[in-house]
């Protein structure tokens, strides 16, 4: 892998600290989850500094985690508590065998993938039959990105520019995020049917971090899944 592509992985994506008293309603989504299905062997692809990957199993009272990441900055981290692996996911295999795990949690990662096929590939082999995978990704069509195109404005996560991000409605620092695969609610769940998931189902969710009027837009508006800012799927094998 290029030096420019590990640069830009370790800036954006090593250090994701967690605290559970700015859990943000996504990851309160997927806390719920893990809670109430209490899977034994879980994977966090992507798990940063792995802090949410404990805390996952702390709630699902699980004999085993695992965390992935990219980034070797990572593996630096709780390295004692949590058993980490720095593994780049869109063309490596996981180090683990067929049906390994009862859960997979995948948030945001996919929109950062030169090859999103591997990561499903590798999903679908290492859970077991009927474990389950929440995936999470922003959304392309939200109703924030249908106002800005509508606007001719560059609709939100996506870029055109690995060092500059003009044309956006929401940004006016031009902070770049890095997303390369970006998704609709239609294009997540038959791009999860062609790799025959089952159970497929997408949880209503609503932005965390909006002012505003928008804060009250999102909650009248997350009902509407087609058209949250972050997608939260939950799919089986």
Known sequence: MGNFVMQFYNKHYAITPFRHSN??????????????????????????????????????????????????KAKKQNNRILTKIILNISDEKIPYSDSYFDAVFCGEIIEHLFNPDNLMFEIKR????????????????????????????????????TLYNPGKILNKKHELSGHIRVFTHRALKK???????????????????????????????????????????????
Request: hydrophobic fraction near 45%; aromatic fraction near 12%.
């Open 23 to 72: 859990l943000d309603y996504r990851l309160k989504l997927v806390e719920s989850i893990f809670k109430k299905e209490k899977p034994q062997r879980i994977l966090d692809i992507g798990c940063g500094d792995g802090n949410f990957t404990i805390y996952l199993k702390k709630v699902s009272k699980a004999k085993e985690a695992v965390g992935l990441d990219i980034s070797p």
């Open 191 to 237: 791009y999860l049917n062609i790799y025959g998931f089952k159970a497929i189902k997408f949880i209503p969710c609503i932005a965390s971090k909006l002012t505003q009027p928008f804060k009250v837009i999102d909650i009248l508006l997350s009902r509407f899944v087609s058209m949250n800012i972050p997608l939260v799927v939950y799919f089986q094998k």
């Open 126 to 161: 290492v859970l077991k039959k009927n474990g389950f995978c929440i995936l999470t990704t922003p959304n392309l069509a939200s109703w924030v990105n249908r106002i800005s195109l509508m606007l001719g404005f560059q609709p939100g996560f996506t870029e055109i520019s």
